[in-house]
């Protein structure tokens, strides 16, 4: 079974006992998996679903605490066709994603990376060199934002600056080997669990 969801208009419709009058049905043969979201005082049921129009794997809210919906039902009930078609359309998505992270965490600004200063005026102007010393910029910083600053090794002389001041000079090439390995982990986990790290790592903030 799909998700049924309930399509009673009144509330004598509602309440037969005989269970949904008029059940309506989705995603036949395209439910993955299903979890629930706790928020503050209530929960939401989502199924993990295969959007044929889309051709994506998408969720959808079919059940929660704050409202009636005691009629929906979720069966997780994808197809094998439904599965691989599901499998072919994330691989491609979570290496566009991971390829992304990867680039963003060779531009990190790092102890032991070799940075270059982006000022263009001033005693930092276009210095070079490898970041010895990375820690919290106690001026700047305040109780909602942590700034940072280096220090750079520049001639034998430690040099301090902004962090967004400096980039890292030839941020190292994305590892193939390493990235198709991390998609294939991403792909093997059940859906929901997969789903929900797609979503979530769309937004993460980088690691200082
Ligand atoms: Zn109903
Ligand atoms: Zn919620």
């Known amino acids: ?18 269970g949904c009058v008029k059940p309506r049905h989705e995603y036949v043969g395209a439910v993955l998996g299903e979890y629930e979201h706790n928020g503050g005082h209530d929960s939401d049921f989502y199924a993990v679903v295969w959007d044929e129009p889309t051709q994506s794997v998408t969720t959808k809210c079919w059940g929660t605490t704050s409202s009636w919906t005691y009629h929906n039902h979720c069966r997780v009930d994808a197809t094998p066709e439904v599965i691989a078609k599901a499998n072919a359309s994330m691989r491609p998505r979570w290496t566009e994603r991971l390829r992304a992270r990867m680039e963003a965490d060779a531009r990190l600004v790092r102890v032991g990376r070799v940075v270059r200063s982006t000022t263009t005026r001033g005693k930092n102007a276009g210095l070079v060199g490898e970041v010895a010393w990375k820690g919290r910029d106690k001026i700047r910083s305040t109780r909602y934002h942590t700034y940072y600053r280096v220090g750079i090794d520049v001639d034998g002389t430690r040099r301090f600056m902004p962090v967004e001041n400096v980039e890292v000079v030839e941020p190292a090439p994305v590892n193939e080997a390493e990235l ?3 998609v294939e982990s991403a792909v093997r986990r059940d859906w929901p669990s997969q789903y929900r790290s797609f979503v979530y790592t769309a937004g993460a903030p980088l690691p200082q």
């Open 180 to 182: 198709a390995q991390s």
């Open 1 to 18: 079974m799909p998700l049924i969801i309930c399509g009673c208009t009144s509330s004598e419709e509602r309440n037969t006992h005989r």
